[in-house]
């Protein structure tokens, strides 16, 4: 067997799933001793009690909205509540964007005025004395995606004073690619901070040629001493909130103006799924209804919906697809999450292949889920690793421990060493894989015998002990 560091889950979205029973056990399965949360600018922490209603609605289909109740506002105290509930792996956490937006200027599309910045950072430098590993964003979702690059120049020089990490999902990953990758690239030059891209792709087969010049790119700002690494999950197929198809404008506001304009502005919607990918992420157009397949939803009246494409859904309801998607949205009250197969399988193995790329699962739990929740890191090291001999095992191992440890700052974990955390992972080379598929994606994998959190034994031959050993993890 294989006695590996334990594996890190560098873009994870269990926040709410963890403080809901029973104990989720897909990370665990898979090898997975430390989760960061916080991605994607979207996230539980910091929150006002006035607001707690807009973040369940807001975060529904990327968290899920169980029934618990939220009685935290501080990073401190949210990570109190999982300490006090018992986690079965480790947590750490990113600031996320949005929420500071939302706290200092609420869901408004426009810039932030000097004194809403000047709280936004206050928030931060609160985050980051709390033991935050840096600041997140995700420029295709609201209120994110209102900022102007000179907030986050701003915003992401605080981190930099802190030796943090800023983590993006970019403003565009298809048509404007290497567009947003220079854009980010830019900011975090002005500002001196550390970036880290958030799940590598090439969405639609018009960019499948893009990402050997993304690699370039990176690669020529290292040459310049910037910091830059990403990371990936193995798979041709993505996962978010249906709404991230919509125009972003509906979202201004609030999640409650949007239900209003899907209901009344139809048309105008509509109008919008007639424009050219050039003018917004139209993604009808980039990758068509029949890849985005509904995953989740709220209601027990459309959970026919899971598993089937906008397509489908819109002939069984012999409407316009565009209608289909804007009904569920407003039944489900915006929760609704969904798959887009967007890639191909080149890119997926050019992005791991490059030294600075990490393992993820971008995991949401709910529904139908993505197979990468349960699949993985046991998908790369049984399928790119001993089938296709794509990576060296010692490789693979580095990009899921000792990679993401000293880029996140993990003081003492990711890897076996006197003096740090008893955070292992055993596996069997000859067997570990992937059972879960986008047809049945609930199948945990094989191959993986034992996981040991801060000394803990968590998994044993293959099953769950109950052990809830795991705590919040700080910057070093």
């Known amino acids: 067997k294989v006695v590996a560091p334990g594996f890190i889950d560098t873009h994870s979205h269990s926040e709410l799933r963890l403080l809901a029973a029973p104990v989720p056990e897909a990370k665990i399965r898979q090898g997975i001793t430390t989760e960061i949360l916080g991605q994607d600018g979207l996230s539980v922490a910091p929150v006002r009690s006035e607001d707690v209603a807009l973040y369940r609605q807001l975060l529904a289909g990327l968290l899920g909205n169980p029934d618990i109740e939220w009685n935290w506002s501080s990073l401190d105290e949210y990570f109190t509540r999982l300490e006090e509930h018992g986690i079965p792996l480790n947590v750490a956490y990113l600031i996320p964007h949005g929420m500071l937006r939302i706290i200092a200027m609420g869901m408004e599309n426009r810039p932030a005025t000097a004194a809403e910045l000047q709280k936004m950072k206050s928030l931060l430098n609160t ?186 859904i819109a002939e069984r309801r012999q409407v316009d697809p565009v209608d289909a998607l804007c009904d569920l949205l407003l039944e489900e009250e915006l929760a609704v999450t969904h798959i887009m197969f967007y890639g191909c399988e080149e890119n997926v193995r ?51 421990t000792g990679l993401p440890a000293a880029t996140f700052g993990l003081r003492d974990r990711g890897r076996l060493a006197p003096g740090y955390a008893a955070d292992i992972t055993i596996f069997d080379p000859a067997t570990i894989l992937d059972n879960a598929t986008f047809e049945e994606p609930e199948q945990y994998p094989v191959g993986i015998d034992y996981v040991i959190v801060n000394g803990a034994v968590t998994l044993s031959q293959g099953n769950y002990t109950g052990a809830t050993a795991g705590h919040r993890l700080t910057r070093a």
């Open 127 to 312: 985050m980051l004395d709390q033991g935050a590993l840096g600041l997140s964003t995700g420029m295709i979702y609201p209120p994110c995606s209102y900022a102007s690059d000179e907030e986050l120049v701003e915003l992401t020089a605080e981190v930099a004073k802190r030796g943090g990490n800023f983590v993006i999902h970019m403003r565009n990953e298809g048509q404007y690619l290497l567009e947003s990758l220079e854009q980010t690239l830019d900011i975090c030059r002005k500002s001196g901070v550390a970036l880290h891209v958030s799940h590598l792709k090439a969405f639609g087969r018009a960019n499948w040629h893009k990402p050997e010049r993304v690699l370039e790119l990176m690669d020529i700002a290292a040459g310049q001493g910037q910091i830059v690494t990403g990371d990936q999950y193995p798979y041709i197929a993505g996962s978010t909130l249906l709404t991230a198809c919509l125009p972003q404008w509906t979202l201004a506001g609030g999640t409650q103006a949007c239900l209003r304009r899907l209901a009344d502005e139809r048309d105008t919607i509509k109008e919008w799924f007639q424009k050219d990918i050039t003018v917004w992420d139209n993604r009808s157009l980039s990758i068509g209804w029949e890849n985005i397949v509904v995953s989740a939803v709220k209601t027990a009246d459309n959970r026919w919906t899971e598993g089937l494409s906008i397509a489908q």
């Open 350 to 400: 050019t992005y791991m292949t490059y030294p600075n790329t990490m393992i993820c699962t971008d995991g949401i739990y709910g529904g139908r889920p993505h197979p990468r929740l349960y699949g993985s890191f046991p998908r790369v090291l049984g399928r790119y690793c001993r089938e296709l001999g794509l990576l060296r095992l010692e490789e693979a191992v580095y990009k899921m």
